[in-house]
Every structure is written in C-alpha cells, then in structure tokens.
C-alpha cells in the first residue's frame, strides 16, 4: 500500500485485464510493466522523442542510495530534456502534460506514465488515448479507474480518515539545495528526505515553484485515496503496517509533494519515478475526459464483499 505500488490486499492481473485491485485502486496507476520509457505521439498532445538512458536510472538501489556524482549526472541529464523539449515551461495555460518513467521494486526495466492535467481533471495512463486510464473529477474529488477489456469503471469516492493514527507518529525533513546541479526551468533543485520515526520514508529531488498547477491537482488526488487507503488499513492486521505506509498513503498523503514537484522520487520500497518531459501548453481534448457511458460500474467495498 505504498505510493506509485501495485500491491494490495486482493489482487489482480493489472497488465491483463487493466483492473485495479482494491490496493492497487489506491494507488490508481493500472499499467503493464513491459512497456518501454520513450515518448509517443499521442493524438492532440504533441509529440515526444526517444528519450534513451544508459541503463536503469539509480540502479537497483533503495531509498538514499543514490550517489552523490549519478545524482548531478542524472539532474543535468533532466535539465538537458527539459531545455530541448518543453514548451513554454514558465507559461500558464489549461493544459499539461507529463510524461514519467516508472519502475517497480525488483525489476530493471521502466514503464511510461503520462498524465493530462486541466482545472477540472487528472487523467493518467500509458500514453495511448484509449479507454484504460484513471481519471480525476477535481469538482468532485472522485477517482475513476477505467478498463476497456472488462468494460468497468471503479469509482473511488472521497472518504473521511476514520482510522487514528499511531501513539509515536514523529515526522522529519531533511532538504539540501543543490547549488552545483543545473537548474529545472531556471529553479535550483532541493534534495529532500521525509522520515517518520527514524524510518527513511521517501528521497526525492523537488523543484519549488515548478508546474504548480499540476503540483496542486496531484495533491487533491493522493487525499482522495488516502480514504480508501485508510479503509483497507483498518482491516490489515498491525504487523502488517508501517510507520512509512500509514504516512504516506493516510495520514501525510501529499507531504511528498510539499517541497516543489518533484522530478525524481524513491519510496522506501524501490519504487522510482523519474520526470521525462513535460508541456505547458496543450489544449485540452474534452474526450479524453470523459467516461464511457455503457461501462459498468462498480465500488472498491464491493470487490471486498
């Protein structure tokens, strides 16, 4: 029940039939692990070229393992993408578009993730334009997680956070400029560490004042989950709890997040999430947010009966 995870407490073939088990609704990412990190011309969101990297970025490496000399290589590495190939990175307009490399504990190969962000919607998926792909009512905080082989669509509703939080529940933060890494769009990048009761929960490298639109939808989107996450807490036994867990997926469900947007980001558990692109200027398509009317629906609490 980690962030940007697949796990969960049910399960389900996601690369099969595109369906989110209750865990994985919680983390409403619903993709295949062999897609390949590049970009794709997907119709009305522009075209994105090969990015091609030496290998998986940080290894097989944990949380905080990232060297000092792979950390600059990695960040003048993002600075070089973005400088060629983002549009009107400092504009504001009604629409973005993010493209990120994912990767899941144990595994060297990453997938795309690309998400669609506007006022009123948060859509993620693998970059195609077709009926699998999570979907975000910013207007009413409800998640839609979509599968065209089945035909469904899983609605998660906000939900209060019923469950309480543990006796010892201390939160740090360690944040380090980088002064000699290159800058995101003119903004000098923080290395950032969140901890919870000395457990090391998250490393990031975040960019204050980048993308802050998209910054806030995300935001509204983890505190949405963080309901449903709480849920499926309150029904796992403690041991199979951590402190790291209930901070991030419940009761901090954004503190990632806090710090600028971050544009690589490492759970305790492996899983990486690196920024490859990103355009400020793409019209939005009202199709691609919209759901398909004939799909069945269905709630996380059914699929625990």
């Keep these: 029940m980690n962030r940007y995870t697949y796990k969960t407490v049910g399960s389900g073939s996601v690369c099969r039939t595109r369906r989110l088990g209750p865990r994985q ?13 590049q970009g794709r011309d997907s119709s009305g969101t522009g075209k994105y070229r090969e990015i091609k990297r030496g290998g998986a970025p940080g290894g097989a490496q944990r949380v905080g393992k990232l060297s000092h000399c792979r950390t600059v290589c990695l960040l003048a590495l993002l600075a070089a993408v973005f400088a060629v190939g983002c549009s009107g990175g400092s504009s504001s307009s009604d629409g973005f578009v993010l493209l990120f490399d994912e990767r899941e504990p144990g595994f060297t190969e990453f997938s795309q993730t690309r998400m669609l962000v506007t006022a009123d919607f948060l859509r993620i998926d ?22 065209a082989e089945d035909q469904t669509v899983l609605v998660i509703e906000p939900l209060p956070i019923d469950i309480s939080a543990p006796e010892r529940f201390e939160h740090d933060v360690e944040k380090t400029l980088l002064k000699e890494a290159p800058k995101i769009d003119g903004r000098p990048v923080q290395h950032v560490i969140l901890s919870t ?10 960019v204050a004042g980048l993308l802050e639109a998209p910054r806030t939808a995300l935001a509204e989107f983890y505190q949405t989950l963080a309901g449903e996450q709480a849920v499926v807490v309150g029904a796992t036994p403690p041991e199979f709890q951590s402190d790291c867990q209930l901070a991030n997926d419940i009761f901090l469900p954004d503190r990632h997040l806090r710090h600028g947007f971050p544009i690589r980001s490492e759970d305790m558990n492996g899983r990486l999430r690196i920024m490859a692109d990103y355009r400020t200027d793409w019209e939005p398509q009202s199709a691609l947010f919209e759901l398909p009317a004939d799909y069945r629906r269905y709630s996380p609490a059914e699929m625990r009966l």
């Design 126 to 147: 693998d970059g195609s334009d077709g009926n699998d792909f999570l979907l975000f009512d910013r207007q009413t905080r409800a998640i839609y997680n979509v599968s």
């Design 197 to 206: 009761n000395g457990e090391r929960c998250y490393e990031l490298y975040a």
């Design 25 to 37: 609704a919680s983390c409403g990412l619903a993709r295949c692990r062999d897609s390949k990190a």
